[in-house]
Structures are given as structure tokens and as C-alpha cells.
């Protein structure tokens, strides 16, 4: 039994080669080979293949994951230039530098290790709250049980936005189409049914399978399990069908401010090391020294940083019902400028009621509602709310009894149409459902009381202004229609939906959510704007928009989108409030143009055809109660299908932004200053101002309080605004308080060696408490915009802050300070010392309060530049 389950992707083995794959052989012999029944297996029999197959999971188990994370701290470029160094100390005979520069490299792999590490877990952990579910047959009974739990034998069942959760041969179908994009790369849905395709069948060609990490597009059916977790076709070829995901916002801003640093470490590093060169300094000491400051410019813990804080903020989003699925994507909820929604449970309350069953003629209609209730109870594909809402009115429960099923045509989006075969009393009638358009397509009859007339011009011109008047009254419309076989007939299908007899229509009301209005005005409030993407007709959808405030001036159809091309879509997508009457397959292109255009775009949609969109958006949106596909795509899942709850996801997600810049800011300016002023110093002092350790050990030092900057408050100012990466500020921000750091450690040079008279080892220990010291003062003013004593810092950021402050006074004086070169410092020159840093922190408040007043100043006379322009102008 082992072997079968591996036959799939190791059909290169010997006993492969005398038998045929699964897929090349009958259900009768695969259901003896794995030992299992049309009717399932046991909860017994299920436990004891857990023990011999593992979990359904493709990714590797939490010990390899814990093992990548610390290797990665390894091999990251500042680490690699550090073990560089110690390899270089040690083979000139450096031993004593070489096992510091060692213990300290292994420090700070250690700290971004369990930081990061733990990060990801926390984060997995919310994963697996909304983790995926199969349906399953066990003990003879379907129940729903986690994906993970499913092994081979397993009998399962799949409808409409199923996600695919094993490999397995199928055994009953209807109308089964199944996207394999996600394997093959095929972009339209493959047509399956039972059968036995060819040994040599590929993947693609293999009909009469599905495999794990595709998923059903329309139809039904029931398969057998016969390979799960790293047996899959989709295991032996994860990597390469992982489907590269777009460059996010925050992603795009990482790798510019990569290329920034960069460019300063290198100027800087061969400047220094050359010159250190040509004054006859020993190479080995240079060299040390330079590569210490390459390190020292770069906040090499940022990765780690990122990490807390981004599982900092989705913990606290997780408890006001917003679960993040990838990290990253918090940064770009935080700088979302465009939300694109579907209306249906978002703008609406998504409690649809059906408010009437009419006939052709908008009369009540006791035999439409009861067509209507047969379609919907009897019905097994697709789960949606208007037959919930169909069955909740629950008038034709009685008559229902009179009637039972011969067949079923499931739903797609093509036909947007529904069918149920019924044989009753008068005999045997197909009942399809669906929208009106696509209903009317296929009528060529209508009933108009007891008497059928032909569907012609006229009246399909009167039903047409009918449609359009309900619709325009926010009233969502579904045509009903008939056609009577012969009772003999059997194998119904798609073929057999003509010739229809229009019964009437279905009435829904969906009114707006209650309080939606203020929720939108808060959006726009922050920066974002509202544009609704729907399947719906314009009218309903320009009702809505009209009755909650949102713009509704410019509208763009599906069917005019068809005839766009890429660059028009672009030029129309920007000015256009609503996209209505949108074929699914139109999504895509919608947020593919709308990225174009510069907007951080998030999408919420939940249906089996939001998985391209939700993917191409900067964040993709979804709701616990979606379609698997698209909760699996999902960036971020709502456990309530509310804007409030984004609201507030929006604003943790700009508070993580916040903090995350906070600390790019404030490391890049401090170590730019203090880097700067060493290499400058180098090149005048008789000796090197820092030995290498003594850098290391103060930057170190200097990143322990960056990692509570997670816990750090954040400005008002900063939540109402999307936060965006902005290079230049960034370059504008270092350039302004790095030389005010640079100044100050000048003055502490003169101070050291023009009035104290300071030995060697006295001015390194000097200059490193000094210049510690102002990177923590550093920390504590630049962090806020108001005055330090108004915007208090988080008490943990605090707290690690002075922590660290006394131990850099402290640190000359204690028994090992030896062993980095330190001595105990004068009382005169530790005061002296102490005085520099007060100023400091002075003047650095004062140039604070101008830089930030111009750059306010700055952003408002762009805003009035712009016009207010806003993604719909």
C-alpha cells in the first residue's frame, strides 16, 4: 500500500515499470489495492494510514522550518562580511578578535533568530485557525474533516469552489470543469469525468483525475484518495508551480532602500579602507576596521525587526477578527489608497430576502415559488444565499413532498444558469434558474396565466422595462423557466436547456448595511477609496452606490471592458467609480490596471473566480465563509464580512507600517552619522578611532531597544494617511540628523584629545559611550514628530532604551572590559561625555520640530497642487 500511493510521481521505479499507474486502472482495483469502499473508510482505518502516510501537508515540518530560519540568519550578506572578518583575524593570528567578532556575529544571529522564528510561528498559528476542510465519506456518513486529516482510500466529494485537497481518481461526475492552472499552467478549466486514461498520460491529459492544489470550477463529483501530502503530483513539483506572486508595494520599497545602502556602504568602505592604505596603516587593521563600518552603516537586524513587528500587529488584528496569512501583506494594508468590493455582505447586509415569486406580468405567483423551491432544495452544487433565502420563505414546503429528482445540470459561468430535472404529478419538468438574460437566451415560450404564449419582441420589450424598473429600485432579479420531457428520458445535460417557457421571476431585496455610510466616510477619511466591482446589472449596482454616497458618475460595463485593451482599460479603470455587469475573468485585468497606475490596491472578494484577482492585488481580501479558492488566496481573511473590521485592520496595518519606517529612519540617520564621522576620523587620528569589535559591539548594543520598537505608539496623523515608501525621504531624513550626529562627534574628538589629553584606549572607550549614547537619544526624539515629552514611547521601548544607556556607562568599569579594549574612564571625562550627549539631545529635538514642520508644510502644498485628486477624478 506504501508504494501505490508513490506510484504517481515515482513511475520510474522498478515496480512501476511492471504495473500500471493509478490512474491507468479501474475503481474496482484501486478500491481493492487501497483496501477501502464506495462508502469510505472508518475512523479507525483512517487512524492507523495517519501513522503510515503523516499529514496531508506539502510543507516541510516546523523542525526544517526552524532550521532554514537560523541558517538564513547565517548567510545574509552582513553576516557573511562578518565572518569574513573573523576568518581574517584569526588566520594573521588575531585569535582574541577573531572569538569576539565570532560571539558576536553568533549574538546577533541568535537575536534575529528567535525573534523572527517565533514571529513565524505566531503567524502560523492564526494560519491554522482557518485552516481548509474536505468533505469526506467516514463510517459510512459525509462529514466535514481538516484537509490535513485526509489519507489514501479516503472517499471525497467536491462541488463548485472546492479546493482539491489530494490526488485522487474520480469515481461519479457532473459537468465537472477543474482549473489546473495552478499545475500545468492551462488557463481554462479542464472537463473531467470517470474513466481510465493511458499509462504515459501526462498530467494535463490525465481526465479522469484531479490533483491536490487545483480546484473545481463548476460541477460535482466523488473520487477516491489515492495519494496525499509529499506523494502528490503537486509536491514533487512544488517549487515550479508556485505561482510567483506580483511585487508588492512594500517589497518594491524594501528592494529600493537595499539599493540605497548599498550604494552608501560601498562608497564609504573603499574610500576608507584605500586611504587607510596609503597612510601605511597595518592591512589586516584597515581592513578589519572597514569592513566593521559596512556593518555598522546597515541596520543588519531589519529582517528580524519586520518580522516582530508585522506578528506583533497580526496577533492584535487576529483578536478584532482580521487573520493575516502572509505577513507582508500588513505593510501594504497599511498603505492601501483603493479598496475594489463586490457589493453583496459588504456595502449590503447579506441577509438577502426574498420579497416576491411573480409571473410575467408581476402578479404573485404560488407555482413560481414553488419551481423556485424545488430548484433550490434539490440542487447540490454551488451553495449561495439566494437559495438560502429561497428556502428561509419555506411556503411550498408541502408541495415539494409531491415531487423528487431525476437529474441536475450544475451551475457555471458561462450559462449563469441552474437546472433541476423533477418528476411529479404531471410528470417530468426541468426547472432552470438563473440570470435574466441568460434565462430569457434560452426561452422561445412564457406563461402567462394558464395560458403559454410565444416569447416574442413585444414582450420581451415589456419584460425588459420591467427588469430595468425593478432594478433600478435596488431590487435583485432571477428568471425562472420550465421545459416538459417525456418521463422516459434520461441523461439530461447543458444540451437540453432550449426551448425554455419563461414561468416568471424572483424578487430579492438585499438592503444597505446599517451604518455603512459612516464606515465609508471613515475610509475615505484615511485615504481610501471605495470602487465596486459586481457580476450585477448596472442599475441595482448605480441604486446602491447612489443610496450610500459613493460616486456613481462614471460607469464601465463587462461588455465594453471585452472590446478594451490593456492600455485603454488603463486610461478608462482610474476615472471609472463602478465596473458593473463584469464577467469574472474581467477582474484580473481590472486590478492589473488600477496597479498600473500607481495605487496600492486591495481586493475583497470571496466567489471561485476571485482566486486571479485576489492574487494580483497588493492585498488580497477574503472572509472565513468564502469558497476555499479564494480563501486560500486570500492575503488576509475576515472572520466578519465587514468594512468596519478592515477599518481597523487598516489602521493596525498603519501602525506597523509606522514603526517599521520608524526604525529604517532611525537606524539609517544614527549609523549614517556616527559611521561617517569614524571614517572621517580615521584618516586624521594617529590610530583608528574604534577597533572593529568595538563597532560591532556597539551596534549590537544599539539594535536591542529597535526590537520593542514594535510596541512603540504611533502619531494620530500617521493612522489617517496611507504609509507609502518614500526613498527619498528617507535619504532627506539621514542626510539631516546623520551630520548633526556627525557634528557631535567631532566635538567629542576635540573634546577627547584637545582637553582631556585622552590616551588611545581612553578615547575609543570615550567615543564609544558617546556615540551609543546619542544613537539611544536618537531613538527616543526622532521617533515622533510632537515633542519627546509630549509622545511618550511604549514603556517596553523605554525601559530597553535606558537599559541599554546605562550599560554603556557603565561598561568600561566592569571585569571583561578589558577584553574589548575598554579602560575605566575619569570622573571629569565621563562628565564631560554625559554634557555632549545633553546637547545633543537638544539640538537634535530643536533640528527635529524644522524638519518635520517643513515636511508638513511640503505635503500640503502637494496635496493643493493635486487638487485633491483622488483615484476616481
Known amino acids: ?67 532554514r530560519t537560523l541558517l538564513k540568519q547565517f548567510v545574509s550578506p552582513l553576516v557573511l562580511i562578518l565572518i569574513f572578518a573573523a576568518v581574517v583575524a584569526a588566520g594573521v593570528g588575531e585569535m582574541h578578535d577573531a572569538l569576539i567578532i565570532s560571539c558576536i556575529v553568533l549574538a546577533s544571529s541568535l537575536l534575529g533568530f528567535t525573534q523572527e522564528y517565533g514571529a513565524s510561528r505566531a503567524v502560523e498559528s492564526l494560519r491554522k485557525s482557518i485552516s481548509l476542510s474536505a468533505n469526506v465519506l467516514r463510517n459510512g456518513a459525509e462529514e466535514a474533516v481538516p484537509a490535513e486529516a485526509l489519507v489514501p482510500g479516503d472517499v471525497i466529494r467536491l462541488s463548485a469552489g472546492s479546493l482539491v485537497p489530494a490526488d485522487a ?17 492551462e488557463t481554462f478549466p479542464v472537463a473531467k469525468a470517470p474513466g481510465i486514461s493511458p499509462p504515459d498520460a501526462p498530467i494535463g491529459a490525465r481526465l479522469n483525475c484531479v490533483f491536490t492544489g487545483t480546484s473545481v470550477r463548476s460541477g460535482t463529483t466523488t473520487a477516491l484518495v489515492t495519494a496525499t501530502g509529499s506523494r502528490t503530483e503537486f509536491a514533487a513539483i512544488a517549487d515550479a508551480v508556485t505561482r510567483q506572486l506580483p511585487e508588492t508595494e512594500f517589497s518594491r520599497g524594501i528592494r529600493r532602500f537595499g539599493y540605497l545602502m548599498t550604494r552608501i556602504m560601498v562608497v564609504i568602505v573603499l574610500v576608507v579602507f584605500v586611504a587607510n592604505l596609503l597612510l601605511q596603516r597595518p592591512l589586516v587593521d584597515s581592513l578589519l576596521f572597514s569592513l566593521a563600518l559596512a556593518v555598522g552603516l546597515t541596520p543588519e537586524l531589519l529582517p528580524a525587526i519586520i518580522s516582530v513587528t508585522l506578528a506583533r ?23 492601501m489608497d483603493l479598496l475594489c468590493t463586490d457589493k453583496t455582505g459588504t456595502l449590503t447586509e447579506g441577509t438577502i430576502q426574498l420579497s416576491g415569486c411573480v409571473d410575467i406580468d408581476g402578479e404573485a405567483s404560488g407555482r413560481v415559488r414553488l419551481l423556485a423551491s424545488l430548484n433550490a432544495r434539490l440542487q447540490t452544487g454551488l451553495k ?13 414546503t408541502d408541495e415539494m413532498a409531491h415531487y423528487r429528482k431525476v437529474d441536475e445540470i450544475p451551475y457555471d459561468f458561462a450559462r449563469k444558469r441552474l437546472s433541476v430535472v423533477t418528476e411529479g404529478e404531471e410528470g417530468t419538468d426541468l426547472i432552470c434558474k438563473g440570470a435574466v438574460t441568460n434565462v430569457l437566451a434560452a426561452c422561445t415560450l412564457a406563461k402567462a396565466g394558464a395560458m403559454t404564449r410565444p416569447l416574442d419582441a413585444p414582450l420581451r420589450d415589456a419584460i425588459d422595462k420591467r427588469y430595468q424598473k ?67 446589472n448596472r442599475y441595482v449596482v448605480r441604486h446602491l452606490a447612489e443610496t450610500i454616497g459613493l460616486k456613481s458618475t462614471h460607469l464601465l460595463t463587462g461588455s465594453e471592458i471585452a472590446t478594451m485593451s490593456t ?53 488580497g481580501i477574503s472572509v472565513d465563509s468564502a469558497v476555499d479558492v479564494a480563501r486560500e488566496a486570500a492575503d488576509i481573511v475576515l472572520l466578519r464580512r465587514d468594512l468596519d473590521v478592515l477599518a481597523r485592520g487598516i489602521d493596525d496595518g498603519r501602525r506597523t507600517f509606522a514603526n517599521t519606517l520608524k526604525y529604517i529612519s532611525i537606524a539609517t540617520s544614527a549609523n549614517f552619522g556616527n559611521m561617517t564621522s569614524m571614517a572621517v576620523a580615521s584618516l586624521f587620528l594617529p590610530f583608528l578611532p574604534l577597533l572593529a569589535k568595538q563597532i560591532l559591539l556597539n551596534n549590537l548594543l544599539a539594535d536591542v531597544p529597535s526590537m520593542a520598537i514594535a510596541t512603540d505608539r504611533v502619531e494620530h496623523a500617521d493612522v489617517l494617511r496611507p504609509q507609502r515608501w518614500n526613498i527619498a525621504a528617507i535619504e532627506r ?50 521617533r515622533t514628530a510632537a515633542a519627546s515629552w509630549k509622545s511618550r514611547p511604549s514603556r517596553l521601548l523605554f525601559g530597553t532604551t535606558i537599559s541599554v544607556g546605562i550599560v554603556a556607562i557603565a561598561l568600561p568599569y566592569l571585569p571583561f572590559a578589558g577584553a574589548f579594549g575598554f579602560v575605566p574612564l575619569p570622573p571629569l571625562l565621563l562628565s564631560g561625555l554625559i554634557g555632549i550627549s545633553l546637547a545633543f539631545a537638544v539640538i537634535l529635538e530643536i533640528a527635529k520640530r524644522f524638519f518635520f514642520h517643513r515636511r508638513s508644510d511640503k505635503q500640503a502644498s502637494a496635496r493643493r497642487a493635486s487638487g485633491h485628486r483622488s483615484p476616481t477624478a
Open 1 to 67: 500500500m506504501d508504494n501505490f500511493a508513490e506510484s504517481g510521481t515515482a513511475s520510474t521505479s522498478q515496480e512501476a515499470s511492471t504495473r500500471r499507474p493509478y490512474w491507468a486502472r479501474s475503481p474496482e482495483e484501486l478500491f481493492e489495492e487501497l483496501k477501502s469502499q464506495s462508502s469510505g473508510l472508518t475512523s479507525a482505518e483512517t487512524g492507523a494510514r495517519l501513522q503510515v502516510y503523516g499529514t496531508n501537508t506539502v510543507n516541510a515540518a516546523s523542525g526544517a522550518g526552524a532550521f
Open 470 to 536: 425593478w432594478s433600478e429600485d435596488g431590487i435583485r432579479v432571477i428568471a425562472i423557466a420550465t421545459r416538459r420531457f417525456p418521463s422516459k428520458k434520461t441523461g439530461f445535460g447543458k444540451k437540453d436547456e432550449v426551448g425554455l417557457c419563461l414561468e416568471g421571476f424572483l424578487l430579492f431585496l438585499d438592503p444597505p448595511k446599517a451604518g455603512v455610510e459612516e464606515i465609508l466616510t471613515g475610509l475615505k477619511r484615511r485615504g481610501i477609496h471605495i470602487k465596486i466591482v459586481s457580476g450585477d
Open 313 to 335: 500587529g497580526a496577533r492584535v488584528m487576529a483578536r478584532q477578527g482580521v487573520i493575516i496569512r502572509r505577513l507582508e501583506a500588513m505593510e501594504n494594508l497599511g498603505s
Open 733 to 782: 531624513f539621514m542626510l539631516c540628523f546623520g551630520p548633526i550626529s556627525s557634528l557631535f562627534d567631532f566635538l567629542t574628538i576635540g573634546f577627547l584629545m584637545l582637553l582631556m589629553r585622552a590616551t588611545t584606549d581612553e578615547f575609543r572607550t570615550g567615543w564609544f559611550v558617546e556615540s551609543l549614547i546619542t544613537q539611544l537619544a536618537t531613538m527616543l526624539i526622532v
Open 567 to 619: 492600455d485603454a482599460l488603463f486610461a478608462r479603470a482610474q476615472k471609472t467609480d463602478l465596473f458593473v455587469e463584469i464577467d469574472p475573468n474581467q477582474k484580473e485585468r481590472i486590478i492589473k490596471a488600477l496597479r498600473r497606475a500607481r495605487h496600492v490596491v486591495g481586493y475583497l472578494g470571496d466567489g471561485i473566480n476571485d482566486a486571479p484577482a485576489l492574487h494580483e492585488a497588493d492585498v
Open 169 to 185: 481518481v474520480i469515481l461519479t461526475s457532473r459537468d465537472l470543469n477543474v482549473s489546473e492552472a495552478a499545475l500545468t499552467g
Open 384 to 396: 449561495n444565499p439566494l437559495d438560502d433565502a429561497i428556502l428561509a420563505s419555506g411556503h411550498a
